[in-house]
């Protein structure tokens, strides 16, 4: 794992090769402080997306969909139901998941609540329906016009440049991996198959609480806290 970076001893991590003809394409190495060290960099309405990404694994097209009345603060989970795609012509549309499995719950550690809800006070749009995370002009967050953010972003937190939001997903769900059964990863990750009612059956029986917590303790090791 990689530690605070700086100029010295930058964090990074490799993105996946490979194709859908080969072997599976191998996890990049992962760093629990990419959504910890980029977080500062980034505008405030900015940061709580980083975060999620990071330690919850979910696409940048399902969090950009997110609404409000996705986001369970009383448990600390996210339902994923849709993700948003964008066009050449720049129309911003949202498709349904490729797979049951897409449509999802994905807990997040409670640690991140505060966070969670401080964005939503002050960053997200209005009413039950309005989007989590919006663009500098209270629009839709758009994939084209977030990636000089993150270049930005990037190049101040001292992260080279082969890192890419993208690999926040996997930095995520390496993480997951840590004592989760390949079903309840493949589960948080949005790659299997079952029913939504398995989905939901799943989270009901604590695993992916677990798994959250355990990012949580990495959270609180990021930010300098000790666990009580």
Not at 145 to 165: E, L, S
Not at 207 to 223: P, V
Request: glycine residues 10%; positive net charge; hydrophobic residues 35%.
């Amino acid at each position: 794992m990689c530690g605070t970076p700086s100029p010295q001893r930058p964090c990074t991590a490799r993105r996946p090769v490979g194709s859908s003809h080969g072997p599976a394409p191998k996890p990049p190495t992962s760093c629990e402080h990419h959504g910890e060290s980029l977080r500062p960099s980034f505008a405030p309405r900015y940061r709580l997306l980083v975060l999620l990404a990071a330690f919850t694994g979910l696409r940048f097209g399902e969090l950009a969909s997110l609404r409000r009345r996705d986001v369970d603060t009383g448990n600390a989970a996210l339902m994923v139901r849709r993700s948003q795609a964008e066009m050449q012509t720049g129309a911003l549309f949202d498709k349904a998941p490729k797979s049951d499995a897409g449509v999802r719950p994905v807990a997040f550690p409670t640690e991140l609540l505060p966070d969670v809800k401080a964005h939503l006070d002050g960053s997200a749009g209005a009413g039950r329906d309005g989007h989590v995370f919006l663009g500098p002009q209270g629009g839709q967050l758009r994939r084209s016009n977030f990636r000089d953010d993150w270049i930005k972003a990037r190049t101040k937190a001292g992260v080279t440049a082969d890192v890419h939001f993208h690999d926040l997903r996997h930095t995520g769900n390496t993480l997951a991996a840590s004592g989760a059964s390949l079903r309840e990863l493949m589960t948080r990750m949005g790659h299997s198959t079952p029913r939504a009612a398995l989905i939901y059956q799943h989270v009901v029986s604590g695993r992916d609480r677990e798994i959250a917590d355990r990012l949580g303790s990495m959270i609180r090791k990021a930010r300098g806290e000790t666990d009580a």
